[in-house]
């Protein structure tokens, strides 16, 4: 049986081959252009790392045997809040204490990916208070939200924004119940903020089934989208061409190799340009990462401590 949505371990108030991660921007605010990684083909290659327990160097701790490429092409930090004031009935983006340290700690926590090749993107949750993406009140809040997020990414020097619309718990604090214009608004105010820049879609919840609005379809100003359900296989719901979707979808360590490896064959069978993994921790995780580079990029991965 898959495992619904995300088997996190996480506390409730805390709560992409290279050439083609190149693709999207220099890396920012350090002034220097990234390192070119080795030549490497194949799909685009993501993992999400929980920072409550795990440090986002790991990402960069895997290379391919066979020409010592990058195993992944973009790291996501798990996960900044979108939290509700109930002061001034406002979203606002949080930071619990362990993403925060690693925002304050860019030069050495994000940084070092970054100078690998590798594209660094914060996640954004929902925190059971109320707020999502999916519930603005009008164009003016999700446009005023979409800076707090183009302008986190520029001060702290980062390749993009994830969307992941789980846990809003929408309607708690008298918040509203998802709308059809809400997430549109804050995408095409996203993407207008900035227009070089990575925006993912963890396919979940409320917003994800809200892309179009008076004839309005965000599916385009999305870079990527997922399936959220992990060892599974399932296309996304989204306009988007094939070598921007990974329909599968697994944990590290806790899905089997054997069925890492068959959605990774079934990835290049059929086409697809994205393979989606989470949370990969601090232990040697070579043998559950080679179960999907083998068949991906036809080597075995190489863990560097």
Known sequence: MFTPVRSRVRRAALALSAVAALAFGATAATGAAAAPAPAKQG????????VN??????????????GGGNVFDVAVIFAANINYDTGTKTAQLSFNENVQRVLDNAATQIRPLQQKGIKVVLSVLGNHQG???????SQQAASAFAKELSDTVAKYGLDGIDFDDEYAEYGNNGTGQPNDSSFVHLVTALRANMPDKIISLYNIGPAASRLSYGGVDVSSKFDYAWN????TWQVPGIGLPKSKLSPAAVEIGGTSQSTVADLARRTVSEGYGVYLTYNLDGT??????????????????????
């Open 43 to 50: 799909p685009t290659s993501v993992a999400y790392v929980e």
């Open 228 to 231: 959220p359900y992990y060892g």
């Open 284 to 305: 040697d995780r070579s043998a559950d990462v080679s179960a999907f580079t083998k068949e991906l990029y036809g080597s075995d991965a190489v863990y560097t401590p």
């Open 131 to 137: 707020a999502g993406f999916a519930n603005f009140p």
């Open 53 to 66: 327990n795990n440090s986002m160097l790991n990402v960069g701790k895997y290379t391919l045997a066979n």
